[in-house]
């Protein structure tokens, strides 16, 4: 078998002869002499491919397998595709024009599945290998994919998209190459391959999908790692990805479905672990005030979160639980959940994670607390402090402990005597800078009395020395 040629010189024109044979073939295919017609092709096809006659052999190619596919010959087309191809010298130009026009021809087979299946496989064989075809090769895998996921062999639709790289084929547009990887993603959550999915994501540049006519894209893209956030519970990039849909122009334009994406946006922000990225996402969303008091309780479950005042937990169950506990994000499982909702239910929908989230915000509202006491206490007693979190003094101390490992607080307990202590060094990350500030102060005027103190021994070492030399 012999590799397509690169282009050469064109040494003959047979436009001519093109010309002249066509009609006599069309003569002879009307006798029922197809094969006599294939024949007298295949030899100018021969002369034209030899003279570098991209032009005529073009023409040839396609008369060639136009001819014999009305003839519903499936059989003999996949032949002389495989043979033509793979004539040596033959054209790469010519040979991707006939590939193109073979791919035509499987929509009109449509009624016969096993038919176009075989004419699907055998160009991929043509395809396969060849760099100036892999945009062929990657649309008629992306077609034999879906003919797998509908007889329901999903499994083997997941490899047959997965063994292409399309994020390297540079001849591809790039709306078309995002699309083929959101097919790849898509596949991947029917398989629930979280690992191959989050890496597979990652060949999609965020920013070109920040050009308006790939909206429909983006919304595609953000709504399948939406699904992946859920499943691993990554709840600070569930509000990254809700708060992108939300500031998306079709989103926007619909109230109903900008304010949904809002409310996820905020359920999933406050539930996310505390940190300076969390702090400031919170407070950048509390700043849509308008939107915000559209949406029943958010605006003040908000308010809590920013807001260092203690919020206890009986008082949240009650004033809030109603309402959160009707969306999917915090309801328990087969729960119909509001209008725009979570959409990860289609892939478990035995998934008790909106009771798991429920418990986390439970932890939410402790850890909040606890730096508030931070922000007011020096010292209180573990019991008070317990008292305080409607917890357990255990649940307190284990909390608590947490948050001074994390250095979200500054604390020590004093086991014996039942006391916790809050240091100076602030409730929350930003103080740390000035804990630091202080200790390099102070260390700083230490050294300074040290260095005076070394001054004055040495000029009482030196009074001493002259004392002695008047003696």
């Known amino acids: 078998m012999t590799e397509t040629a690169p282009a050469r010189k064109q040494e003959q024109d047979f436009t001519k002869e093109v010309d002249e044979l066509i009609p006599e073939v069309d003569r002879l295919i009307k006798n029922g002499n197809l094969q006599q017609g294939l024949d007298k092709l295949l030899v100018l096809e021969k002369q034209t491919r030899n003279a570098s006659d991209l032009s005529s052999t073009t023409r040839l190619l396609l008369e060639i397998v136009t001819r014999v596919f009305e003839s519903k010959d499936i059989e003999g087309l996949c032949l002389q595709v495989h043979q033509l191809a793979r004539k040596h010298g033959q054209l790469r130009q010519a040979t991707t024009t006939m590939v193109e026009k073979v791919m035509s021809f499987i929509e009109k087979v449509d009624d016969h599945q096993q038919d176009k299946i075989k004419m699907i496989e055998s160009l991929r064989e043509v395809t396969e290998g060849k760099i100036y075809l892999e945009v062929q090769r990657a649309r008629l895998t992306k077609q034999l994919a879906q003919i797998r996921e509908s007889e329901g062999a999903t499994k083997v639709a997941n490899e047959l998209m997965q063994e292409l790289q399309v994020e390297t084929f540079g001849s591809m547009e790039r709306r078309e190459k995002i699309d083929f990887i959101l097919e790849q993603m898509r596949l991947l959550r029917i398989q629930q391959d979280w690992e191959k999915l989050a890496i597979v994501s990652k060949k999609i540049n965020n920013k070109w999908l920040t050009e ?27 509000c990254k990805y809700y708060r992108s849909i939300h500031d998306s122009k079709s989103i926007r334009s619909d109230p109903s479905k900008s304010l949904s994406a809002l409310r996820n946006a905020v359920y999933f922000v406050i539930l996310a672990p505390y940190d300076n990225e969390q702090s400031d996402l919170l407070h950048r969303i509390a700043k849509e005030e308008e939107e915000l008091k559209k949406i029943e309780a958010v605006y003040d479950l908000v308010k809590c979160f920013t807001t260092p005042e203690l919020m206890r937990w009986p008082g949240i169950q009650e004033l809030y639980g109603p309402i959160l506990r009707k969306s999917k994000v915090f309801g328990p499982p087969g729960i119909a959940g509001l209008e725009g909702d979570l959409e990860d239910e289609e892939v478990d929908p035995t998934s008790n994670s909106g009771e798991t989230r429920w418990q986390e915000l439970h932890k939410r ?36 402990a947490k948050l001074v490992s994390s250095k979200t607080v500054f604390a020590k307990i004093d086991r014996p005597s039942g006391i916790v202590r809050f240091s100076s060094g602030g409730s929350t990350p ?11 102060n102070q260390w700083n005027d230490d050294v300074g009395k040290l260095l005076g103190l070394v001054e004055k021994t040495v000029h009482l070492i030196q009074k001493e020395f002259a004392l002695q030399g008047i003696r």
């Open 365 to 400: 509202v402790v850890e909040h607390n606890i730096r508030a006491v931070s922000k007011y206490y020096t010292r209180l007693t573990i019991q008070r402090l317990s008292e305080l979190l409607d917890l357990t003094i255990p649940e307190s101390e284990a909390t608590l």
């Open 212 to 238: 308006v006519e790939n909206e429909d894209l983006k919304l595609r893209y953000y709504r399948l790692m939406i699904t992946y956030a859920s499943k691993q519970s990554k709840y600070l990039d569930l």
């Open 430 to 440: 930003s103080h740390t800078t000035t804990s630091g500030e202080s200790v390099l």
